[in-house]
């Protein structure tokens, strides 16, 4: 009886664990870290949730803008940005400043160049603000 306790003890105990926080939800680092990862295994879907709701309808009217230029253009934004992704390597993520809602965060891939990208809290969870118009 004892040992069917501690089996119950234990199933409820895994059965009680924390969720996941949502991607973005840790930092900004960590936000760019979860993109970078998402983009790797294709899951767009988080990819273009953690980005801001700004860079989201700039993609959404490029993607419109090519959709008026030609009749094979992408549906959407998160089409246009994600369908060609090449995953690329895992990266090395560090905010390297922080100021409220707003900070820079340095990747780095292995043999690549270090980037830098602009990370903003928006409802409550960090997400990557692309300019897409540079």
């Known amino acids: 009886m004892k040992s069917e306790k501690r ?8 059965a009680c664990t924390a969720p996941q926080p949502p991607p973005g939800a840790a930092g900004p680092a960590e936000a760019v ?14 990819a273009w949730s953690l980005l ?3 860079a989201q309808a700039q993609a959404d009217q490029f993607a419109a803008a090519a959709r008026a230029a030609t009749d094979a253009g992408p549906e959407s934004g998160r089409q246009m940005l994600f369908t ?12 390297v400043s922080q100021s409220g809602d707003s900070a820079e965060v340095q990747t780095s891939e292995d043999g690549g160049s270090p980037r830098v990208w602009h990370v903003v809290r928006e409802g409550g969870r960090w997400r990557i603000d692309l300019d897409l118009g540079h």
């Open 52 to 54: 801001t709701s700004r």
């Open 84 to 95: 060609s992704a090449l995953p690329g390597r895992a990266v090395d993520a560090k905010a």
């Open 7 to 14: 089996i119950i003890f234990f199933l409820f105990a895994a």
């Open 33 to 46: 870290r979860d993109f970078a990862e998402a983009v790797h295994k294709g899951d767009t879907a988080t």
